[in-house]
């Protein structure tokens, strides 16, 4: 799931002005984390009205990041979508940019900041566990992703930092080299650690496009 | 043979040797580090010059060894790969084989939010195994990381690799320094040792497994300056472990930078006898001006 969180309520003021303004959701990722489902539409909403911000309309795209279906479900907002300046969408950094795809001639605003690709742990807590980087390495690694999960993304670690089983930057966040050797470990594999990662080929991460 | 540097041929010839880190300024005065290095002119055999040590900016270690060169002394280049990607790391060797240096330490580097900006972009295209491959084939084989070949001289350096017995998990620190002699590691310079009985226990290990005769090991040391240096090691420098009655030896201590100095002494002396030791690298951080005589008194100097 693409984690985000919104953006600070003040800052998101400065930038919307006097509105009206049209608020979108995502029924996705923005909707289990929080930030841009229903609930969070309607939050918001009231939020912007008690400061005297006038909203036009509100939906949840099914999901943002889906141009074609944006274009069928928002046909029966025009009206409403006609009277907007602005548009604050709800959503992650690509939802943003689909919407403002479909408005040349306003104001697409983001209302979150997109922070990784991760897993819901436990209730409202959430894990990066992936950045994309086109070649998936976690079988190396007990099912564990280094690239992503090592604030140094070393493919030969663990670094000399690592200590409890935390990592040095943070003592919050689990040493993943740490957490790969005892998993190794229980399944008798600790050796395949032994052969050195050759350099990641980062080019596989740097595609744009693809067709199925 | 023909050695590749000073630093490999006393080495070899079984000498104990000593390196001694030199800190770069945080500006552009190449004074700094010549006024360093006059000190330790004669008390070390070669002198590390650090790669933006704890992420902080200062002058490049590229820049300060060919400082060191100018002035007849042997550098130890540092590289990390937090600043640099690969293509910048090799062009880097090349420059500074071209320009004499002869002993590179492959590091992966501090993590960029221990430093003065924490919002930089970490590189982190490889890391320190990663890079003594890369520099090793460069060298041997005569070709660039992607395969693609040296078409002039290739970088004739002596490598080295960074080891800390006191990081977890300690069981598989042995194995890590095994896979850094594969990737090409010669000389190992330890984390700075406090606990001398682990340290003597993680040597054990790699005497077990026969890496002392693969590589050239030195150990570590950092003289405390005083409490407030003991507490940072102790509780807030990642990696080091210093143990409660060092600690409490510094705490205690009418003097403690006399103290300090005294600890290191010690921990010299013991280390000189541990089997496998090929000698000492002294990081006195903002106090090179204490080696000369730790280096006397502890027995080291060869002239």
């Not at chain 1, 943002?64 to 069928?72: I, P, Q, T, Y």
């Not at chain 2, 990737?183 to 290990?205: C, L």
Request: with cysteine; proline share 4%; glycine share 8%.
């Amino acid at each position: 799931m693409i984690v985000t969180k919104q953006k600070n309520f003040e800052e998101l003021l400065c930038s919307l002005g006097s509105g009206p303004v049209f608020l979108m959701g995502c029924s996705e990722c923005a909707t289990l984390c929080h930030t841009g489902g229903k609930d969070e539409i309607r939050a918001m909403k009231a939020a912007l009205e008690k400061k005297n911000i006038s909203v036009a309309g509100c939906v949840v795209l099914e999901p943002a990041c889906h141009l074609n279906n944006n274009k069928r479900m928002l046909k029966e907002y025009t009206k409403e979508l006609g009277r907007s300046e602005k548009i604050l969408v709800l959503a992650c950094g690509n939802g943003v940019q689909t919407v403002a795809e479909l408005f040349a001639d306003k104001d697409v605003l983001a209302g979150t900041d997109t922070l990784f690709l991760g897993e819901i742990t436990r209730v409202n807590e959430f894990d990066k566990r992936c950045m994309q980087c086109g070649e998936c390495v976690v079988d190396f690694f007990a099912g564990l992703c280094p690239v992503s999960r090592c604030p140094k993304s070393m493919l030969n670690g663990p670094c000399g930092g690592s200590s409890g089983g935390k990592c040095e930057i943070n003592s919050e966040l689990e040493c993943i080299w740490d957490r790969a050797i005892q998993e190794l470990k229980k399944k008798g594999k600790l050796q395949v650690l032994m052969t050195i990662q050759k350099p990641k080929d980062w080019s596989k991460g740097l595609e744009m496009k693809r067709r199925v | 043979m023909r050695y590749r540097s000073h630093l490999e041929e006393i080495l070899v010839e079984g000498r104990f040797v000593v390196t001694a880190e030199i800190g770069p300024p945080k500006g552009s005065d190449a004074k700094k580090i010549r006024d360093k290095a006059e000190l330790l002119r004669g008390y070390a055999d070669a002198f590390n010059i650090t790669d933006n040590q704890t992420a902080v900016v200062r002058l490049s270690s590229f820049a300060g060894s060919v400082i060191l060169l100018q002035m007849n002394l042997e550098p130890i280049m540092q590289l990390t790969c937090r600043d640099r990607n690969r293509i910048a790391l090799q062009s880097d060797v090349l420059g500074a084989a071209s320009l004499g240096v002869r002993n590179l330490l492959c590091l992966t580097g501090d993590h960029q939010s221990f430093g003065n900006h924490p919002s930089a972009k970490g590189v982190f295209d490889v890391d320190s195994i990663q890079l003594l491959q890369i520099i090793k084939n460069m060298r041997d084989s005569g070709v660039f990381q992607s395969g693609d070949p040296l078409l002039a001289e290739r970088p004739n350096v002596f490598l080295g690799a960074a080891a800390n017995p006191y990081a977890d998990p300690f069981e598989i620190q042995v194995d890590r320094l095994h896979k850094k002699i594969d990737a090409g590691a010669e000389f190992i310079q330890t984390q700075s040792v406090y606990n001398v009985s682990k340290f003597v226990r993680w040597m054990d290990d790699v005497r077990s497994q026969g890496l002392d005769k693969k590589v050239h090991i030195l150990a570590g040391v950092t003289p405390l300056k005083s409490v407030k240096m003991a507490e940072r090691m102790k509780f807030h420098v990642p990696g080091t472990d210093v143990p409660d009655s060092v600690y409490q030896r510094m705490k205690s201590a009418a003097n403690p930078t006399e103290e300090g100095y005294a600890i290191a002494l010690e921990t010299i002396r013991e280390l000189k006898t541990v089997r496998g030791i090929h000698g000492i690298h002294i990081t006195a951080l903002f106090w090179e001006d204490v080696i000369p005589s730790l280096v006397r008194e502890a027995g080291l100097l060869h002239k």
